[in-house]
Structure formats: C-alpha cells, structure tokens
C-alpha cells in the first residue's frame, strides 16, 4: 500500500510522521515537495534580520523522517480515477506517481490584491528565498543611503513599509529596526539618518486574529521602537519611486514587504473538487467527500471548526500541524491500523516574537509581555521544531554576545523571487 503526501509543510511533515507512527513499515509512505526540507516558518523573519543561519529553519525531511521517501517536486495535477499524481521534477521532467491513499497538503502562498503596482514592487515573505533576498535588499539599501549624496535619495533608502500587520508582518516590522541600526551603525555617513519602519494594515488593531491584550503588547513594542504603525491604511499604489498610501499621503521607498496574508495553492483550484473560501472541503475526519481515499489538511482544506459551528480553521501553523497529526492516524486507520478521529481544536494560546528581547505570549490564556514572554516563545519554538535545536539556541547566544552578521551574499536577485508565485520555497530560474 502506497500514501502519498503532497506537501511537506506543517501539514504534509506531521502526517508523514504520525502515519509512519501508526502503520510502521508495512506502508509505503511518499511525500512529494518542492524542496528536500521542512521549513520551520515562524522563525523566517530572524533569517532576514541576519540572526539565525537559514539552514536553522529547515529541517530535512530524509534525515528526520526515516523510512519516509521524499520525491522532489511540485505537483500538477491528480487523476482520482486513475489514482495518481502528476508532478515536475526540478529539472522540469513530467511524471506521475500513484497512491492507494493521498494526502493533499500543498499548503498556501502569497495572497494577492488588485493594488497597481504591488505584484512588480512588493515581495512576498514565504519562502527562504524570499527571506535570503530580503536581507540582502535591506543590506543593500543602507548601504546604498551611505554613499548617496541626495539626501531625498537616502531617506527613501532609508525607508522600509511593511503591509499586513498579522503575524508575519508584525514580527518583520518587529525585527527589522534593530537590524538596520546595526547595518547604519558601520556607516559613519548615516550618524543622524532617520530610518524609518512603517507597519501598514487595513484592520483596526495590530494582530487582529489575535485577542485584544496580545495586539496592544505588540503595538506598544512597536511604537517605542519608533515603528509608524498604520492601521486602517493600505497602500493605494505603489512604482519605482515609493508607494501612495490609501489616505493619499507618499512615501519614497525601495523597500516594500507584502505580507497580507496567504491563499491555498493553486493546485487546489485545479483539482475539480468541492471548495470553500478557496479551500477543499473536507469532513470532521479530513476526508474529501466523494472521495473515501482522499484526505485533506492544513492551509489547503476548508477543516470545520467544532468549536465554532459553521466556520472553519484558521490557515495558521498549530492548525496544520495538529491536522497533520490527525491525516496520518485516520490515513492509518483507513488502512486497518488504529481508528479514526475528528479534528476538534482547543486553544492553548499564541506566541508572536518581538526580537530584542521582546515578545506577546498567552500560553494557556496567561498573558505575558517582556522577558518572560520572550523566554516562553523562544522554548516553544525549540520544542515546537523538529531539528536543528541545538543549532537555532547556538545562534541566538552567538548573536546576544557577539552580534549578527550583516553581510549581503547576493544569492537571490529580485527577479527570482517576484510576489505573484506559485512556488515561493523556489527562486524562479
């Protein structure tokens, strides 16, 4: 019997662990992904502020997932009839790849809006390309302020807007202050240069998906980093000179960061199956209806919420990762191993780092700011990783005693890594 899993993300990882978990080796387990590693997201933006190595946030999937077989690729297609899976090879063969049973947890990508100008100014923050190209864009940009003469050029250098004040966002606009004066402190041409950080973001409140307490933390750390906190306003448009915010006011930039959001991937749209929100509908068990062999999770299924009739899970990470855990074991049990369950999710609370030592945290609803707050979301993360723990806790003391690296590498130019992308764990070639 084979189960091939379609994503290697929160979802696509734990499935692939919790079935092998079950059924042992008596199932042949696939997961099919574009990258060779699991990618560790909510610690992206300290890969962008030059304080963890981006080999800290991905964790192989060979290397920790043994008797697990990984095939590298981007799936196209699935024939239900047929029960296979068609997919692209990194160096652009076809093929296809049959199941028994399938997993569909392609995950998300960058959610797009109708702004002129945003899809060839803006970059996304789902990927570590995105995140590799990103430091190196900030990097450059002091840099470039240091040895422009114009000083309307060097503060639009100097200039940094962030849209989408959610997690991602929030924890960009978070690090990226202490990561610039660190770049401009080697610059004695800037001494007395206002680098400024806007966080911009239609909702009322900073981390609106979030109670209020947790938002007003991130907000008041925010403000006393002298981060400009927008709310209630997006960007109108935006071209090579800046970006026109929506209450009309300009601001000369070269550095746009567009983390409103995501969107299931747009094989889902391809599949032929039912939807909701642009996500596969799936039952209390994971399963897609009509489809007993089928099971769908994390950002790409529309999961009913128990705990909330009639609304579904949020396309968060803890959502992921626990359904994840779940496909394996009704995968498992569809197979004759163990018996199933349903997806009923409790929260125990959230964690938003704030760097420099910073963060929100409500582990078990208990609202903590600070040190204490920062010493739970970094434990959390290192138990919440599946590797590299030693490596990422190694990092973060190398960067409290002796700095981060602030060095652009060059190794991802703009154009590999353009917003409006099916793939953004993948430069374009």
């Known amino acids: 019997m084979r189960v091939v899993i379609v994503g290697g993300g929160f979802a696509g990882y734990h499935a692939a662990k919790s079935l092998r978990k079950t059924a042992g080796e008596d199932v042949e387990i696939v997961v099919l992904n574009p990258t060779d590693y699991f990618l560790y997201l909510p610690l992206l933006p300290e890969v962008a502020a030059g304080i963890l190595d981006p080999r800290r946030v991905t964790v192989s999937i060979p290397e920790t997932l043994p008797g697990v077989r990984l095939v590298l690729g981007v799936a196209t297609g699935v024939d239900f009839d047929a029960r296979h899976v068609a997919y692209t090879d990194p160096e652009d063969r076809e093929h296809r790849i049959g199941y028994d049973r399938l997993v569909l947890a392609a995950g998300s990508v960058n959610k797009l809006l109708p702004i002129p100008g945003v899809p060839e100014y803006a ?56 990561f610039t004066a660190a770049l401009a402190a080697r610059h004695p041409e800037l001494a007395g240069q206002k680098i400024r950080w806007l966080l911009l973001d239609v909702a ?59 969107r ?28 007993d062999d089928v099971f769908a999770c994390g950002d790409a ?67 903590l700011s600070g040190l204490p707050a920062k010493a739970v979301t970094r434990a959390y993360h290192l138990m919440a990783m599946p590797g590299n723990r030693v490596r990422t806790a190694a990092d973060w003391l190398l960067e409290r005693l002796t700095g981060r690296q602030t060095v652009q590498l060059g190794l991802v130019r703009s154009g590999a890594v353009p917003l409006d992308t099916d793939s953004p764990e993948l430069p374009r070639r």
């Open 123 to 178: 970059h996304g923050f789902r990927g570590v390309p995105e995140a590799l190209y990103l430091r190196d864009h900030i990097t450059r940009q002091i840099e470039l302020a240091a040895a422009a003469e114009d000083p309307a050029e060097r503060d639009a250098r100097c200039t940094f807007v962030v849209v989408g004040a959610g997690y991602t966002g929030t924890e960009v606009a978070a690090q990226g202050p202490a």
């Open 264 to 291: 299931p991937d747009p094989l889902v749209a391809d599949l032929g199956l039912e939807t909701a929100k642009g996500r596969l509908c799936v039952d209390e068990q994971l399963v897609v209806p009509g489809h």
């Open 204 to 262: 009322e409140r900073v981390l609106p998906e979030l109670g209020k307490r947790l938002g007003k933390t991130a907000d008041e750390v925010l403000r006393a980093r002298d981060v400009e906190v927008l709310m209630k306003t997006s960007v109108d448009h935006a071209d090579d000179k800046g970006v026109t915010l929506t209450t009309g006011e300009p601001v000369p930039t070269r550095t746009l960061v567009w983390c409103v959001g995501v």
């Open 301 to 367: 299924a529309a999961v009913p919420d128990l705990t909330r009739p009639g609304e579904y899970t949020a396309m968060t990470a803890q959502h992921a990762e626990r359904q994840g855990k779940l496909a394996g074991r009704n995968v498992a049990a569809s197979l004759g191993y163990g018996r199933p369950g349903t997806y009923r999710h409790h929260d125990l609370g959230f964690v938003v780092d704030l760097g420099a030592g910073a963060a929100a945290a409500n582990p078990l609803h208990i609202p």
